[in-house]
């Protein structure tokens, strides 16, 4: 449920308020305020702070309500709000200047509690996701949870069944094999055309950002997952057949639980992955020294290796119990 604040209007504590539209839109404008930049008197209007923000009339109308609220600025005769605090001068129009109050849509910020949630259940059982309990469950608009389920569905998380429900699939030893199966035989051969296109100064990087994981003995979920994404995706999109690449990107999901290794359905042993960022590495090296049959040979390597990491987290995982399912959630 929607709280309502003092002010009558509706706020979330779901996310960092930070985040918000509205909250971007309050704090700005009491910077500007308590800096001096506007004056006491100055009139503010929803419609000039709208236009001025790059924003929608409501989130500027909740964000002046705010100031209201804290006395920075108080209801104007007619329209509208004056900054607080007396003036000599007659009560004119603020000026604002342009600002970009650039955020982070709304279906991104629940997006990954919901894939991180879909990662685990389906090592477990094939599931129904319900898109007014998903709205529900993180506060949200149906249209917001609807961009969740889409974004998933681009990515083969999800797909509709002859009923046209959302359902996420069970992922089996079987469905894992055959991806790895896919994975075998065409990544090798994008390995060989994408090699000589891509750039020393790339190759460099990466092969730099790897050592230094090593070294440091530590890799975050999101160093995990930028080495995944480093060398099996923007690595070989530069492979010319596009027919390749539009196979393996169905195999892309295999490297979802990689963004999650802390947690304790989908983590990965330590020693794995400092194994895996060492196969990485040696990839990379020997691209670098132009020896791109070699690093074929290592990725082949690496893919049965990777292979046999997933068998072991299906190991782990059998013997493990599931808490209750969200709200949003249903076994099949």
């Avoid at 092969?207 to 530590?218: F, G, K, M, P, V």
Wanted: charge should be neutral; glycine fraction near 4%.
């Amino acid at each position: 449920m929607r709280k309502q604040s003092a002010a009558g209007v509706n706020s979330t504590n779901d996310f960092d308020p930070e985040t918000s539209i509205q909250n971007r839109t309050y704090h700005v404008l009491r910077e500007m305020i308590e800096s001096g930049k506007l004056e006491p008197g100055e009139k503010l209007l929803e419609a000039h702070v709208a236009k001025a923000f790059g924003i929608s009339r409501s989130p500027a109308r909740i964000a002046l309500a705010q100031l209201c609220e804290r006395q920075l600025i108080v209801a104007s005769e007619g329209r509208g709000y004056q900054v607080a605090g007396s003036s000599q001068n007659e009560a004119k129009v603020a000026r604002l200047d342009r600002v970009s109050l650039a955020v982070e849509p709304q279906w991104q910020r629940i997006y990954a509690s919901v894939e991180r949630e879909l990662c685990k259940r389906v090592l477990f059982g094939a599931v129904r996701v319900t898109e007014e309990r998903l709205a529900e469950q993180f506060n949200v608009s149906r249209t917001v949870a609807r961009s969740v389920i889409a974004r998933m569905h681009s990515v083969g998380m999800l797909s509709k069944d002859q009923s046209g429900h959302w359902i996420a699939p069970q992922i089996t030893i079987e469905r894992i094999a055959h991806l790895f199966e896919i994975r075998r035989l065409l990544e090798p051969a994008a390995l060989m055309h994408a090699a000589p296109l891509a750039s020393r100064e790339w190759l460099g990087a990466a092969y730099e950002r790897l050592t230094d994981q090593i070294a440091r003995h530590r890799c975050d979920r999101g160093e995990m997952d930028a080495a995944e994404t480093d060398l099996h995706i923007e690595l070989l999109s530069h492979c010319p057949n596009e027919e390749i690449k539009i196979a393996l990107a169905r195999t892309h999901i295999l490297f979802v639980p990689t963004r999650y290794v802390t947690d304790k359905y989908l983590k990965t042993p330590e020693h794995s992955i400092y194994e895996a960022l060492d196969e990485h590495r040696q990839i990379i090296g020997f691209l670098l020294n132009g020896e791109i049959e070699k690093a074929v040979h290592s990725l082949q390597a690496h893919l049965q290796e990777a292979d046999t990491r997933w068998l072991h987290r299906f190991d782990r995982v059998r013997r493990m119990k599931l808490e209750a399912l969200p709200a949003y959630l249903a076994p099949l």
